[in-house]
């Protein structure tokens, strides 16, 4: 393609703009004073009451991400009749296509936030999600059941490119260990709410004299409830476009630096966990309260007591997760971001090979396994947030961290694909042993990354 002069001198004044954009984007922290959220210093803008929307966000971020798979189970049996040898494929389906919505999405919602702001985007994920909640449990077959998760995936893509990207612009960087390790702890204490005492609901309402359906679509209405109340939440966020992007740049230019920006080693390194990290929550809430379900039932009990049995596994997971994340936050600022990427993922091989080999997931001997799964899930999914946050640039700093999301999304694509297959013709603990071989991989990066001596 030939430029007339004109047309030269436009493309070299927008790269220009991106240039000061991007020096702006750095040295903008260090320009202004700003205030602070207990021991965490705030980025110029940022109040602390944008902290706390914040901290409601985290509070039931993964509680929602993870409910409507936690009760999955019980639609399956209840809503559908999917015969017990059959659901594994179907949940990995179901998931499969989640994040292939998720693969066409994430960099363009990192991207619009970038320009529109994220308290939009986040006010956006949660209506979507409340629209998937108040549907999912009136589906009828799985082709409904299809269509409602495809609602819940945009909602989701929204909500987690959000989640990180907020986390990165609020704090200053040598204060981000501290707010992840905070917002990590409260996405444990959202858990455990979802997965320990939500997920009983659908026994509770039986209890109360419903029947087994109108039981289960009690329980979804509640979530739908709580993410209609986060939306109107998150309107306390900070306004307007991040303070470091100056020029309204189109989707696809973002989305191109976002690539970009994956030639850097480190960056690289944080879209490789991004790709194991994801998948840790999908496969802890998807294959093993599928894998404590079909157990329970096989045993006797109801699709409702079955629930009850996974939460208290997932208490173990989740309470476990909950006592490390601030520890694990408060490590982040004392030592190179590499060498805790390096950390957590040799905590996630312990957690997933234990968990893997476990021949029962709700006897005794598989708590171990199940507190160990919930610190490596935890650590990997806060390394790997710290180091992006650290190294994305200011002012492109969305689609960087969509780019996250897009290879978190790749992930889950994979793992549950894969994992469903494994999990009906294999073994129920294949999905955690894939995993665990994922992270070995992702282990021998980590180290490559972290023995390069190449100036940052």
């Known amino acids: 393609m030939t430029y007339t002069p004109l047309d030269r001198g436009q493309h070299v004044r927008r790269d220009a703009a991106i240039s000061r954009s991007l020096v702006r984007g750095i040295t903008m922290s260090n320009d202004q004073p700003g205030h602070r959220f207990g021991p965490v210093r705030l980025a110029p803008g940022v109040l602390p009451r944008h902290v706390l929307c914040y901290l409601w966000a985290a509070f039931v971020s993964i509680g929602v991400f993870t409910y409507a798979t936690a009760l999955q189970p019980y639609i399956l049996a209840v809503n559908i009749g999917v015969p017990v040898a059959s659901r594994g494929v179907v949940s990995g389906d179901l998931q499969f296509w989640q994040e292939v919505v998720a693969l066409l999405t994430v ?9 529109v702001g994220r308290r939009i985007v986040y006010i956006v994920g949660f209506l979507f999600a409340a629209l998937a909640y108040a549907a999912y449990p009136f589906a ?32 200053v960087d040598a204060d981000r260990g501290k707010l992840t390790g905070i917002s990590f702890f409260l996405n444990a204490i959202g858990a455990l709410l979802f997965l320990v005492v939500l997920v009983r609901l659908p026994q509770f309402f039986q209890n109360m004299g419903m029947t087994e359906l109108n039981a289960g679509r009690a329980a979804y209405l509640t979530a739908a409830a709580v993410c209609l109340f986060s939306a109107f939440v998150m309107f306390g966020l900070k306004p307007g476009r991040p303070d470091q992007v100056t020029e309204r740049l189109p989707l696809l230019v973002l989305i191109r630096q976002g690539l970009a920006a994956g ?8 879209y490789a966990a991004s790709f194991t990290a994801r998948a840790d929550l999908v496969i802890v809430a998807l294959f093993l309260t599928l894998w404590v379900s079909n157990a329970a039932i096989a045993d006797g009990f109801s699709a409702g007591e079955a629930a009850k049995r996974q939460g208290a596994l997932f208490g173990i997971v989740q309470g476990s997760a909950l006592l490390w994340a601030p520890f694990f936050g408060w490590l982040a600022d004392k030592i190179d971001r590499v060498t805790l990427v390096i950390i957590a993922t040799v905590l996630s091989i312990l957690g997933y090979g234990w968990m893997g080999l476990t021949p029962d997931p709700v006897a005794g001997s598989a708590f171990g396994a199940a507190a160990l799964l919930g610190i490596g899930q935890a650590s990997g999914i806060l390394a ?10 200011g002012a492109i700093r969305g689609a960087v961290i969509g780019m996250v999301g897009f290879f978190g999304a790749c992930g889950i694509l994979a793992i549950s694909k894969l994992g469903g297959l494994a999990f009906d013709t294999w073994r129920p603990g294949a999905p955690f042993i894939i995993m665990a071989a994922a992270n070995l991989l992702l282990l021998f990066f980590a180290v490559y990354v972290r023995a390069d001596r190449t100036p940052r």
């Open 107 to 115: 960099g363009m919602f990192g991207a619009w936030s970038d320009r």
């Open 140 to 171: 009828n077959d799985i082709g409904q059941l299809t269509i409602y998760r495809l609602i819940l995936a945009i909602g989701i893509t929204a909500l987690g490119g959000m989640l990180a990207t907020v986390l990165a612009d609020y704090p």
């Open 263 to 270: 030639r850097k080693p480190r960056i690289a390194l944080a």
């Open 384 to 393: 790997s947030q710290v180091l992006i946050g650290q190294e994305a640039p």
